[in-house]
């Protein structure tokens, strides 16, 4: 089983930036996939970044040039830092970790085990 906790989110103005990050706790397969998956109000979860078990990077046409994921192996931690935020990144920010098919990293309910979430405002 794996635990997933993230932190890092708040209030930003357009054009501000913010890190979030993500510890990762228990088993994690070695064929994992973890992603940083955000979900707006009334609109489905949408996969913003993605590093996969060979540290294939993958990001959503949406935030290219502006947000940048890695993972820390030695510390179990998924960070992304976000520039040149917009209001239509609004939206709670969740990291999610399992075993997808390179076709499916954006699908969020492809992931088995998520984290509660932390909201980013730009505004």
């Known amino acids: 089983h794996v635990q997933l906790v993230e932190s890092g989110g708040g209030l930003v103005q357009p054009g501000g930036s913010l890190r979030l990050s993500c510890v990762a706790s228990g088993s994690t397969a070695s064929n994992y996939y973890v992603t940083w998956v955000r979900q707006a109000p009334g609109k489905e979860r949408e996969g913003v970044a993605s590093?996969?078990?060979?540290?294939?990077?993958r990001y959503a046409d949406s935030v290219k040039g502006r947000f940048r994921i890695s993972k820390d192996i030695t510390k179990n931690i998924l960070s992304l830092v976000m520039h040149n935020l917009k209001p239509e990144d609004t939206a709670m920010y969740y990291c999610?970790?399992?075993?997808?098919?390179?076709?499916?990293?954006?699908?969020?309910?492809?992931?088995?085990?998520w984290g509660k979430g932390t909201q980013v405002t730009v505004s």
């Open positions: 590093v996969d078990n060979i540290g294939i990077i």
């Open positions: 999610a970790a399992g075993p997808v098919m390179p076709y499916q990293w954006s699908q969020g309910d492809k992931y088995p085990y």
